[in-house]
């Protein structure tokens, strides 16, 4: 029986856990939990937000297996986990659909200005002081990062007429989208983007300024993936000075702080990092996870490591 630490995990898991092995609380920090407890955990249960650091498998002398709950693992230490021997998993594909019709419903929120008009018409307001807006289908979009998530969201474009284009680390041969080596080029080239990139250092600011710039006065920014994959003051910068028509973003760079100048905008659509809680998700989630630990109970194994890490190709 494994005994588990959570951190930055909802208490959903805890409860879903609570049958089938032994858990404690570590939201205070893995190192500040009792010696006595920390010589107990065997697994360790977190998000990409949270991670994992160096310190945090140090003060787990007896860790096994560090497990991601979801589909983001930025935070891990992947190169301390790997020189400790421990494997690392993620929620691959688990929350695809949710986030995909999150993207697309914050895309069209911000064209047709939804939660506005909603705010507009509570208030009384009605639609002749109101300009037209543009229409949403047979537009270009722009996709950075096309994982599961992303051709999720390509796949649900198709039924809007969208034309879609990509901006990946390689190129995706069995796909039928047009491929654009880099973000800038990708920019310049459709009238909207979504990014549902990965975070880490690969892609932190990667939308910045000149990306925004080329983006162009028309276009709008979706970003359901990482905070970090946007400049958010050259985000901010780019809407004041009408570089791009809007915004809509479900992830900030400094969560759960969200600047003024962004909550306050009347062309930018929030939500509150919740692209990818859904009921159906949290449960196929919860379920991955105990099955990545069962089968490395079992056979020594994971079943969805992460890229990098020891075990990823075993």
């Known amino acids: 029986m494994f005994e588990i630490a959570f951190t930055g995990v909802s208490k959903d898991y805890d409860a879903a856990f609570a049958s089938a092995v032994t858990c404690h609380d570590a939201s205070g920090g893995v190192p500040n939990l009792p010696a006595e407890i920390r010589a107990r955990i065997t697994a360790l249960v977190t998000t990409g937000v949270?991670?994992?650091?160096?310190?945090?498998?140090?003060?787990?002398?007896?860790?096994?297996?560090?497990?991601?709950?979801?589909?983001?693992?930025?935070?891990?230490?992947?190169?301390?986990?790997?020189?400790?021997?421990?494997?690392?998993?993620?929620?691959?594909?688990?929350?695809?659909?949710?986030?995909?019709?999150?993207?697309?419903?914050?895309?069209?929120?911000?064209?047709?200005?939804?939660?506005?008009?909603?705010?507009?018409?509570?208030?009384?307001?009605?639609?002749?002081?109101?300009?037209?807006?543009?229409?949403?289908?047979?537009?270009?979009?722009g996709i950075f990062g096309m994982?599961?998530?992303?051709?999720?969201?390509?796949?649900?474009?198709?039924?809007?007429?969208?034309?879609?284009?990509?901006?990946?680390?390689?190129?995706?041969?069995?796909?039928?989208?047009?491929?654009?080596?880099?973000?800038?080029?990708?920019?310049?080239?459709?009238?909207?983007?979504?990014?549902?990139?990965?975070?880490?250092?690969?892609?932190?600011?990667?939308?910045?300024?000149?990306?925004?710039?080329?983006?162009?006065?028309?276009?709008?920014?979706?970003?359901?993936?990482?905070?970090?994959?946007v400049d958010t003051a050259a985000l901010i910068e780019a809407l004041s000075t009408g570089k791009i028509a809007g915004a809509a973003l479900d992830v900030f760079e400094d969560e759960p702080d969200i600047p003024a100048a962004l909550r306050e905008h009347p062309d930018v659509v929030l939500s509150p990092h919740i692209a990818g809680v859904a009921i159906e998700t949290q449960a196929m989630s919860v379920k991955l996870v105990l099955d990545n630990i069962r089968s490395f109970l079992e056979t020594g194994t994971v079943l969805t490591p992460v890229p990098g890490s020891i075990a990823y190709g075993a």
């Open 50 to 141: 949270k991670g994992a650091t160096a310190a945090d498998m140090d003060a787990l002398p007896n860790l096994r297996l560090i497990c991601c709950a979801g589909t983001g693992y930025e935070g891990v230490d992947l190169a301390a986990a790997n020189d400790r021997k421990l494997p690392v998993t993620y929620g691959a594909g688990t929350n695809a659909p949710v986030v995909a019709d999150h993207a697309m419903g914050l895309l069209i929120a911000a064209i047709r200005r939804i939660p506005q008009n909603d705010a507009y018409a509570r208030a009384g307001g009605w639609r002749d002081t109101l300009p037209p807006r543009p229409v949403v289908s047979g537009r270009k979009l």
């Open 147 to 229: 994982g599961m998530i992303g051709r999720a969201i390509a796949r649900r474009a198709e039924g809007f007429d969208i034309t879609v284009s990509y901006c990946s680390r390689s190129l995706k041969p069995e796909l039928p989208y047009r491929f654009v080596p880099t973000l800038l080029d990708l920019a310049a080239e459709v009238d909207d983007l979504i990014c549902v990139a990965p975070g880490g250092p690969e892609t932190r600011h990667a939308v910045n300024g000149a990306v925004l710039e080329a983006l162009g006065p028309k276009g709008y920014l979706v970003n359901a993936g990482r905070g970090s994959i």
